[in-house]
């Protein structure tokens, strides 16, 4: 191919180099656009599309076959001119057209199969042979058709028998080729998988004898898991019974706390009504207590009073105990006056008459004296005296 050109494959379209940023973009475009027509995977793998987009992928394969053809045939067209050129400058013979010009005309015929087939090498389809044929057909009418125009009449039948044998020799070592390469891949293949086989089979030995050891050893661990598992069952069976102990604690536990709950809930009613009479016991409080403020300012005021009282009892103590010793002092006067008496009535032998009149008149005085003093106390001192009594 031109290396001015990139073919892309999953595009069907030849373009130039310096158009390949638009190119680029409209083929963007159209895979937005049109994405169900792009099975580029379902292409590659050469699997079935799928049977909604089936008439999209044969039209798209259709036409990239179709395009195949066009550009072998005109790679083929463009081959062939030189040789025209060289028929239009002078004359041949038939010699020289069985030597040189037919081999280069079944090369150009040569040369625009061999571009159909590396074309449409790695996208094979059902429709390669017929569309193969086609431009060979087309290869072959022109080929024809350049004969019958360019070289004499006599010579016609040897060219096309000439095109014809190597046509088919090319073919027939095209298709020698082909079965030579597919036996030698055959033959590899069947080789790498033989040594892949023989190599898995001894991985596999490998792996087998691995695993035997592996489960010995687990067959031994196994067992003394087994063990193991038979003392953890017998502690389980103890574990639960100490737990079915213990749920019977918790029940008959759980039954108390109901019993607690409940009797908290009576001592919360209690409480309710006892908070009620706290609250109306405090607001009696609150009055007793406006009634003990009121009551202490009371006793503060009278214990002003007692305080003044008392001052005047110690008065009317002083006055007291004054004329309490008044009494005492005529007593000892009286008794010394007695003794006295009694003597001079000894002594003298007077009558006793004399003496009780004497002493009469000295008690008047005295309760003379003391009803005086209470007169001369103050009001304050006879209350006082009365609050004592």
């Known amino acids: 191919h031109n290396p001015g050109y990139l073919f892309k494959p999953s595009y069907w379209k030849i373009v130039s180099a310096d158009r390949i940023v638009s190119h680029l973009t409209s083929i963007r475009r159209d895979i937005r656009d049109h994405w169900s027509a792009f099975g580029v995977e379902t292409f590659l793998l050469k699997v079935d599309a799928p049977t909604l987009e089936a008439v999209e992928y044969m039209n798209h394969i259709g036409d990239f076959y179709d395009m195949t053809v066009r ?29 040189g010009l037919l081999k280069k005309l079944v090369q150009c015929y040569s040369d625009a199969i061999a571009v159909f087939d590396t074309t449409v090498k790695h996208h094979r389809h059902s429709i390669c042979k017929a569309k193969r044929n086609e431009l060979g057909a087309k290869c072959s009418k022109m080929f024809s058709s350049f004969i019958c125009e360019q070289a004499p009449w006599n010579l016609m039948g040897r060219v ?100 607690q709950q409940a009797e908290i809930e009576t001592l919360k009613a209690k ?14 409080n609150n009055v007793l207590s406006e009634l003990v403020a009121d009551r202490d300012e009371d006793i503060g005021e009278l214990r002003i009073a007692v305080s003044e009282y008392k001052v005047a009892i110690q008065g009317l ?9 008044i009494p005492h ?61």
């Open 71 to 99: 550009h072998a045939y005109y790679t083929f067209l463009e081959a062939i001119g030189p040789v025209q050129q060289e028929i239009d400058a002078e004359e041949i013979d038939a010699e020289e057209i069985e030597d």
């Open 160 to 259: 096309v028998q000439l095109r014809i044998n190597d046509a088919q020799q090319e073919q027939e070592s095209l298709i020698q080729e082909r079965i030579q390469r597919e036996v030698e891949e055959r033959t590899k293949e069947a080789k790498l998988a033989n040594e892949q086989a023989a190599d898995e089979k001894l991985q596999q030995l490998e792996e087998i004898e691995r695993l035997r050891m592996t489960i010995a050893e687990q067959n031994a661990e196994i067992s003394k898991n087994t063990a193991t598992i038979a003392k953890k069952d017998a502690e389980i069976r103890k574990q639960k019974a100490l737990v079915a102990e213990k749920d019977t604690e918790i029940h008959e536990q759980e039954a108390e706390i109901g019993k």
């Open 271 to 284: 409480s309710g009504e006892k908070d009620k009479t706290i609250s109306t016991l405090e607001i009696e």
């Open 317 to 325: 103590q002083k006055t007291v105990d004054r004329k309490v010793a």
């Open 329 to 389: 002092r005529r007593k000892a006067t009286m008794a010394v006056q007695e003794e006295e008496v009694k003597t001079q009535q000894v002594a003298e032998n007077q009558p006793e008459h004399a003496t009780e009149k004497q002493a009469t008149e000295s008690n008047q005085d005295s309760t003379t004296g003391e009803e005086s003093d209470e007169a001369a106390a103050p009001p304050s001192q006879t209350a006082e005296k009365g609050l004592d009594d």
